[in-house]
């Protein structure tokens, strides 16, 4: 990682420095139906959510249910 500061003229730079980032647990995140939305009885209901791996990469398709 390297910090570069702009003011909109001149930029300043830090030295590089080297991150470790642990891994992290799958993220999963439901985006329909939004929080507070209700259905009628009868009507269709579509689910819709990613998921990513710690890399940020989706997870494959054959992994989800």
């Keep these: 990682?390297?910090?570069v500061a702009h003011?909109?003229?001149?930029s300043a730079q830090s030295k590089s420095v080297e991150l470790v980032v642990?891994?992290?647990p799958l993220?999963?995140?439901i985006l329909h139906p939004h929080d507070g939305f209700t259905y009628a009885?009868?009507?269709t209901l579509?689910?819709?959510g990613a998921a990513t791996l710690a890399d940020g990469q989706p997870v494959p398709a054959?992994?989800?249910s």
């Excluded at 003011?7 to 001149?10: E, L, T, V």
Aim: some cysteine; hydrophobic content about 35%.
């Design 46 to 48: 579509r689910l819709w």
């Design 1 to 3: 990682m390297q910090l």
């Design 22 to 24: 642990p891994p992290r």
């Design 7 to 10: 003011d909109g003229f001149y």
């Design 62 to 64: 054959g992994r989800c």
């Design 27 to 29: 993220d999963v995140a």
């Design 41 to 43: 009885a009868g009507q």
